[in-house]
């Protein structure tokens, strides 16, 4: 049971690769339901402290929890069943694939299926696939995707292909979802409308967000949290307003960002 309140607690995170030092001792804690944002320049450590979280990398020091566990125990594989769905800041689709076939692998890292029960089609198998088939149209129905469920993901708009990869991600039925960069490519009106959606979703479902994002405007709509990394440390965290208006964040990194 989580007693504090908090979804994921960063406590102390250093990595390490060689010589160089990626994170510094990085602490800063996600509640449960909130939307946090990291943000900072590049090479500020983001997209490494994703990776700790997912178990992508192994932190040098620290403890990562995630509701009161200690995500760095145990296999990296089992990071899906513990409830961590992520996505990346390059689409990770099959482009060959339809937007359902997409959608549907989105629910294997949590399927309970065994090799040999799906080598030989047993009732426990089949009765789990159309179980999971069921959940990838409603997802479709729930992610305003069902008009493209037999489209070719690469025949597809860049704005719609990204909302299919947060379908893929969702069908894990996510408790903490790290997304790297969705507004990355996208046009103004585009972001607004994922923005909204992620909101909207995340409410709707009980879902706890972290996201890397430099788009400001988006940062600034959706986030309840946000905490500022530069040179692999923390240089400040707040509301979006607190950050933002945050001298040492201007001078940092504000001045180069994009609006």
Same mark, same amino acid.
């Given at each position: 049971?989580?007693?504090?309140?908090?979804?994921?607690?960063?406590?102390?995170?250093?990595?390490?690769?060689?010589?160089?030092?990626?994170?510094?001792?990085?602490?800063?804690?996600?509640?449960?339901?909130?939307?946090?944002?990291?943000?900072?320049?590049?090479?500020?450590?983001?997209?490494?402290?994703?990776?700790?979280?997912?178990r992508f990398y192994q932190p040098s020091s620290g403890?990562?929890?995630?509701?009161?566990?200690?995500?760095?125990?145990?296999?990296?594989?089992?990071?899906?069943?513990?409830?961590?769905?992520?996505?990346?800041?390059?689409?990770?689709?099959?482009?060959?694939?339809?937007?359902?076939?997409?959608?549907?692998?989105?629910?294997?890292?949590?399927?309970?299926?065994? @090799?040999?029960?799906? *080598?030989?089609?047993?009732?426990? +198998?089949?009765?789990? &696939?159309?179980?999971? !088939?069921?959940? /990838?149209?409603?997802?479709?129905?729930?992610?305003?995707?069902?008009?493209?469920?037999?489209?070719?993901?690469?025949?597809?708009?860049?704005?719609?292909?990204?909302?299919?990869e947060l379908a893929r991600a969702l069908m894990s039925?996510?408790?903490?979802?790290?997304?790297?960069? @969705?507004?990355?490519? *996208?046009?103004?009106?585009?972001? +607004?409308?994922?923005? &909204?959606?992620?909101? !909207?979703?995340? /409410?709707?479902?009980?879902?706890?967000?972290?996201?890397?994002?430099?788009?400001?405007?988006?940062?600034?709509?959706?986030?309840?949290?946000?905490?500022?990394?530069?040179?692999?440390?923390?240089?400040?965290?707040?509301?979006?307003?607190?950050?933002?208006?945050?001298?040492r964040v201007i001078k940092a990194y504000l001045g180069?960002?994009?609006?």
């Open positions: 049971m989580n007693t504090n309140g908090a979804m994921l607690r960063v406590d102390g995170v250093s990595l390490n690769f060689g010589g160089l030092k990626v994170l510094k001792d990085v602490s800063f804690e996600v509640a449960e339901g909130q939307i946090c944002a990291l943000i900072g320049p590049n090479g500020a450590g983001k997209t490494s402290i994703f990776n700790c979280v997912s403890r990562i929890e995630m509701a009161g566990h200690n995500l760095l125990e145990g296999p990296a594989h089992d990071v899906p069943r513990r409830g961590i769905a992520r996505t990346f800041q390059n689409l990770a689709l099959f482009g060959a694939q339809t937007v359902f076939e997409n959608v549907m692998v989105g629910a294997y890292p949590v399927t309970k299926a065994s @090799p040999w029960s799906s *080598l030989f089609r047993l009732p426990g +198998e089949r009765r789990e &696939e159309r179980e999971t !088939e069921e959940r /990838a149209w409603a997802m479709l129905e729930d992610t305003e995707l069902i008009e493209f469920a037999d489209a070719k993901v690469s025949d597809l708009p860049f704005g719609t292909q990204k909302r299919v039925d996510p408790k903490l979802l790290l997304l790297d960069e @969705p507004a990355n490519g *996208l046009a103004h009106g585009e972001v +607004e409308s994922l923005a &909204e959606f992620i909101r !909207e979703f995340a /409410a709707r479902r009980s879902i706890t967000v972290l996201i890397v994002e430099h788009h400001i405007g988006m940062v600034r709509a959706i986030s309840d949290h946000v905490v500022v990394l530069d040179a692999g440390e923390v240089l400040a965290q707040g509301t979006a307003d607190e950050v933002t208006n945050d001298p180069s960002a994009a609006a």
